[in-house]
C-alpha cells in the first residue's frame, strides 16, 4: 500500500523535504498534472508526508475519503476546473494553478478518483522520467 496526495494538494512542496525514499516528485507538467504525486513503487507508508501537508491533501490509500466534507476555504485542483488559485508554497515561492475550485463549508467532493490519477502518473505520464 501507499499514500496517497489527493486534489486537495496546492503544491506546496514541504511533503517532498521530508520523505525519507525520495518518492513524491511534482507532476509535469503541471496544467496535465496538478498535484504532488507519490510512487507506489517505492513509497515505503512511513506517514512522515501526512503532517507536514498543511492542506491535509495525504491519505493512506484506503483510507482516501470518496465523500470529503469541506471544512470551507480549502481547495481542489483538477482538470476542467474554470476557477484559480494563487498562493506560496513551503519556501514562500509563488504557487498558481488555472484549474482549482475553493470549497464551501459542507461541500462534498469525491477524492477517490485521485487513487488512479496518482497511479496513472506513473504508468501513462512523464512518471519516473520526471525524476
Not at 525520495?22 to 501526512?50: H, M, N, R, S
Request: charged share 25%.
Amino acid at each position: 500500500m501507499t499514500h496517497i496526495i489527493t486534489s486537495l494538494c496546492l503544491r506546496d512542496s514541504g511533503c517532498v523535504e521530508v520523505c525519507p525514499v525520495e518518492c513524491i516528485v511534482p507532476g509535469k507538467p503541471q496544467e496535465q498534472w496538478p498535484l504532488f504525486y507519490i510512487d507506489p513503487d517505492t513509497c515505503i507508508d512511513c506517514g512522515a508526508c501526512v503532517p507536514e501537508c498543511p492542506y491535509a491533501a495525504i491519505f493512506p490509500e484506503d483510507e482516501v475519503p470518496a465523500a470529503y466534507t469541506a471544512k470551507g476555504g480549502e481547495f481542489i485542483s483538477r482538470s476542467g476546473l474554470t476557477g484559480h488559485y494563487k498562493g506560496v508554497d513551503h519556501h514562500g515561492n509563488d504557487v498558481v494553478l488555472s484549474e482549482a475550485k475553493q470549497l464551501a463549508k459542507g461541500e462534498i467532493v469525491d477524492l477517490s478518483g485521485d487513487i488512479k490519477f496518482n497511479y496513472d502518473y506513473f504508468k501513462k505520464g512523464p512518471g519516473y522520467n520526471a525524476k
